[in-house]
Each structure stands twice: as C-alpha cells, then as structure tokens.
C-alpha cells in the first residue's frame, strides 16, 4: 500500500509540473509576438443600423443598408474605395482615414427601396481588396413565400441548429405558400464557400419542401458552422444559419494494479 501510494503521489506531482512548465512556455510564446496593427480594416458587414448585428439577408422594401468596419492605426494617406453593387454600382465612393474607430456608411437607392439581388460590398486599397468581399442579399418578395425554413435529421423531425460531429445526411425543410411556379432549390455553405447546390424545381400553391443534403466525406460533415440559402427564381428568399460540433472523447481510464 506505501508503495501505491508513493506511486500516485509521484504521478500527481509530475503532473503538475508539466501543466506549469507548459504554462511558462506558453506565455513566453505569446508574450514574444508581435502584431502588426497598422493600416488594418476588420469585421466588414452589413447591417440594418450602424450598431445593428451582421445580416446577409435583408427584407423585401428594404430602403437602407450600412456598410460597416473597424479600422485600427491609419496613417490617412492610403485612400479606400467602398463600392456596393449588383453589377451596377449601389455605392462607390472613396475615403481616407486616421487613427483608430468605427467607419458606418449609408448605402440607399436612388429611386425607392434596394431591388432584390445579390450584391457584393468590397473594400479597395488601390489595385487590391483591403478585406475579403462581403455577399448579401435582398429578398425577392412575391408571388410565392418561404417560410419556417429549418434544419432537421429527418424530413418530419424537430429543428435543428446544431449536429454532432459523424453527422452524414441532414435535412433541409421549409414552408411554401401561394406559389405560381416559381423555381425553387437550395444552397449550403460551409464559410463563403458554396458546395452544396440542389436541382431547381417549379412549386405551385401551397406545401412542405423537405431536401437532403449528404456529404462526400464518408466521415460526415465536418465540424464548423454551415449557412443554408432558399433560393427562389434565383433569388435568395431565405436563411437558415446551423453548425456541426466538434466530438466529445471521453479519455480512456486505465487502473493502476500494485
């Protein structure tokens, strides 16, 4: 029995010195980097208000959008072109900026509400995109409504905004009401990136779509989070934002036999 317990108290002690000595390292890591924060443009979005939260669908008759970012240490002689367009620009102008803050600029239409579309907000320092490009979307409105759109593991099961890591097959399902044809299908993002895209097909009245969606990998999708898009006579008529968790492994206990 002394020598079982001599046994642990010798592990614990080794233990703890391995989490201090890696906590030392680990902070003399850290402590030696160094970032450099200057001339730097973040957390681009869009938004319904200059302190609203992130939105890459906006309602029908929408009037105003905000393009808004955090730029930290500008030296005010780079100027940047914020352009927003479909295509055809909603917005294209140029500033300059010093110091650190918030930059929240209007965006309207010249004639009424923004027109349904896809549109792209860019950043530009000269030839170069200073952020990634920002897509968002203004829904399409009528004939036809989606609605109750809702992830799930099964055509008729509950809503779901998250999955288990191993997840292979997942259930895309939404309500349609007073449709007249229109072309109907969905895409799945995992990020920006789009890899997922489902036949179109023509819907007319009223119903529940249910679609699966399985992923190449025989091991599933892979854990990250996942946006879903509605898409209606190549429109984005609605959003659903979901994730996949990343697995829970329960470490193996062994008995010490002395």
């Known amino acids: ?139 399409p409105g009528g004939p036809g409504e989606i609605t109750n759109l809702r992830m799930s593991l099964s055509p008729d099961g509950p809503a779901r905004t998250g999955f288990i890591e191993g997840t292979r097959t997942v259930w895309v399902v939404f309500d349609y009401a007073n449709m007249e044809g229109n072309v109907v299908g969905i895409d799945v993002y995992k990020g920006d990136y789009r890899f997922y895209e489902s036949p179109r097909v023509p819907l007319t009245g009223s119903g529940t779509q249910a679609i699966s969606v399985t992923h190449q990998l025989i091991t599933g999708f892979p854990p990250g989070s996942y946006r879903t898009h509605v898409v209606k006579d190549r429109l984005v008529d609605g959003l659903v934002n979901w994730s996949v968790w990343y697995g829970v492994y329960l470490p193996l206990t062994f008995k010490n036999h002395f």
């Open 1 to 139: 029995m002394k020598l079982k317990r001599e046994v642990v108290v010798a592990g614990v002690m080794a233990l703890v010195l391995t989490v201090v000595l890696i906590g030392a390292i680990g902070v003399k890591v850290v402590s030696s980097l160094t970032i450099d924060e200057q001339n730097v443009i973040t957390n681009l979005h869009m938004s319904d208000s200059c302190d609203g939260p992130e939105m890459i669908l906006f309602p029908t008759d929408t009037q105003t959008v905000y393009v808004v970012f955090d730029y930290f240490d500008m030296q005010g002689l780079q100027p940047y072109r914020i352009a927003v367009t479909d295509g055809v620009a909603l917005y294209d102008a140029t500033h300059s900026y010093t110091g650190s803050g918030t930059e929240c600029i209007t965006v309207t239409h010249d004639s009424g509400p923004i027109p349904p579309a896809a549109y792209r907000t860019q950043i530009w320092a000269g030839d170069y995109l200073a952020t990634p490009t920002k897509l968002w979307h203004v829904r």
